[in-house]
């Protein structure tokens, strides 16, 4: 089944969500960054905070009751704000404190690593081949490239090449790419990504503006349940809720028999 993500950084409550049957597979909680306070001790922040600060007691309620109902909680690390230069600087440390925040939230299913900074890629890889270490091979790794960066096969805003990471016998652990279209959010822009060479069903579309939905039925009406899914950056910009708009995404990757029946009349008519 393709994925309909929300990244969660705003934390403005969940509750239109939380429901049975809900039609969101995952929520990117976002973001974790590490650092040196002005005592000079090392931290790892959710946001600007510890995340066992008290002020997101509701956040982790919520995002243990999503999981409960079906709902894969990933921990996105990085993106704007940095952190993998601090990360890599002081290994043992930061990757201790992320370990633990791990294991002390079991609701945590996976990681996002959104890397927006020059990295090493031996770096990326001792990272990747330390989480399964300690979570296992179900554990989720996925990463959030810009569009351009699985494209062409340069470096990408990381400073290296995903699909040299994804021939890599780590790059077997990554399980999708949530890439960020926001420049070029088309079925083209799509098909460049697949026709370089990359497995659809790893490609996830990723947008800053909920209006999406044409775009979406175009890709799917393409790949089916070979698309990857969509995610929307972020929870709080889904119109007019975000129950509504995932809603609305799972019946595209679901038409009703009447919707399909149509579908395959209309090519008939294309073809023929």
Not at 28 to 45: A, E, K, P, R, T
Not at 262 to 268: A, E, G, H, R
Request: charged residues 20%; negative net charge.
């Amino acid at each position: 089944m393709s994925r309909i993500i929300y990244y969660y950084q705003t934390f403005c409550g969940l509750d239109k969500i939380l429901v049975k049957n809900t039609p969101v597979t995952h929520i990117h909680l976002s973001s974790i960054h590490f650092g040196v306070d002005d005592n000079m001790q090392q931290y790892i922040h959710l946001n600007d905070d510890s995340p066992y600060d008290s002020k997101f007691d509701n956040v982790w309620y919520e995002i243990e009751k999503a999981n409960k109902l079906g709902i894969k909680i990933i921990l996105m690390i990085g993106g704007a704000g940095g952190g993998y230069s601090s990360l890599f600087k002081n290994y043992p440390i930061y990757y201790d404190v992320l370990y633990n925040l791990i294991k002390n939230k079991p609701c945590i299913k996976g990681v996002d690593l959104d890397i927006e900074e020059t990295t090493n890629i031996e770096d990326v890889q001792k990272l990747i081949n330390s989480l399964v270490k300690d979570f296992g091979e179900d554990f989720i790794i996925s990463m959030a490239p810009i569009e351009s960066s699985l494209q062409e096969d340069g470096d990408g805003m990381g400073g290296f090449c995903y699909k040299t990471l994804l021939k890599s016998k780590e790059g077997h652990h990554i399980n999708y790419f949530n890439t960020q279209f926001y420049t070029d959010y088309s079925l083209n822009a799509y098909n460049k990504v697949i026709n370089n060479g990359y497995d659809s069903k790893m490609i996830v579309m990723g947008s800053i503006n909920p209006n999406v939905f044409d775009v979406v039925t175009q890709v799917h009406n393409k790949y089916g349940d070979n698309f990857g899914g969509v995610y929307l950056w972020e929870y709080m910009f889904a119109k007019p809720d975000g129950y509504s708009w995932a809603k609305q995404i799972y019946n595209i990757f679901n038409p009703g028999y009447f919707t399909t029946i149509l579908k395959y009349l209309s090519l008939f008519r294309y073809f023929y």
